[in-house]
């Protein structure tokens, strides 16, 4: 399991939300083109760091928005965990999880 700030590439749900399937410059965004430049690259690199040590769980913050999404790695499914913006409902900010990083649901 990694708790990062931030997302690998390849999650489905911020490859839509962030138009990663847009050159940087063609991105119905405010960002300028060399910030997102800048922003993929870093998700390039956190998703070889995911390669490379083979975690079955991402847990990340940094775009403020609750979701989950499955990646296909090349050691397998990969479940990706993101956490909402401060101001949501506690079960969107947080996320308990027992010792492999598999969520503890409330009963």
Do not use: K
């Amino acid at each position: 399991m990694i708790i990062a700030h931030d997302a690998p590439m390849g999650t489905a749900f911020l490859a839509e939300r962030l138009q990663q399937h847009l050159e940087p410059w063609e991105r119905n965004s405010w960002w300028p083109a060399s910030a997102q430049q800048s922003a993929d690259a870093h998700q390039e690199r956190l998703r070889r760091v995911l390669d490379g040590v083979q975690a079955s769980r991402w847990l990340h913050g940094h775009h403020h928005v609750r979701h989950s999404s499955t990646i296909t790695a090349v050691h397998g499914e990969v479940q990706v965990e993101g956490l909402a913006l401060d101001g949501e409902p506690l079960d969107e900010l947080t996320l308990l999880v027992d010792a492999d990083g598999y969520p503890i649901l409330a009963s």
